[in-house]
Nanobody
């Protein structure tokens, strides 16, 4: 059974930093593309960043490029999102998505989300 669990959210002041973690179990993590999404109050869920495997490529939404960094530790089945220079508009529930590589139709597995609030 696949489980995806995020952690690390909290309250931070504008300009501050926060690191989110996402642990995925029940998958071959090194063969699983991992992504971060977020959903602000009253808005639709939006894509933030992706760590693609195999290959190691990373992609970012324009709104976070240069401020956020996605990384992964395959030995720990963990993905991270380092968030720097946080702005009030980064306030949202952040979700982790796991998509295992497969020759069949891919399946997406979501975590329950972790709240990030940027406020003075």
């Amino acid at each position: 059974q696949v489980q995806v669990v995020e952690s690390g959210g909290g309250l931070v002041q504008p300009g501050g930093s926060l690191r989110l973690s996402c642990v995925a179990s029940g998958v071959t993590f090194s063969m699983t593309t991992m992504s971060w999404y977020r959903q602000a109050p009253g808005k639709e869920r939006e894509w933030v960043a992706t760590s693609i495997t195999p290959g190691g490529m990373t992609n970012y939404a324009d709104s976070v490029k240069g401020r956020f960094t996605i990384s992964r530790d395959n030995a720990k089945n963990t993905m991270y999102l380092q968030m720097n220079s946080l702005k009030s508009e980064d306030t949202a529930v952040y979700y982790c998505k796991a998509r295992p590589v497969t020759l069949r139709r891919p399946s997406d597995y979501w975590g329950q989300g972790t709240q990030v609030t940027v406020s003075s």
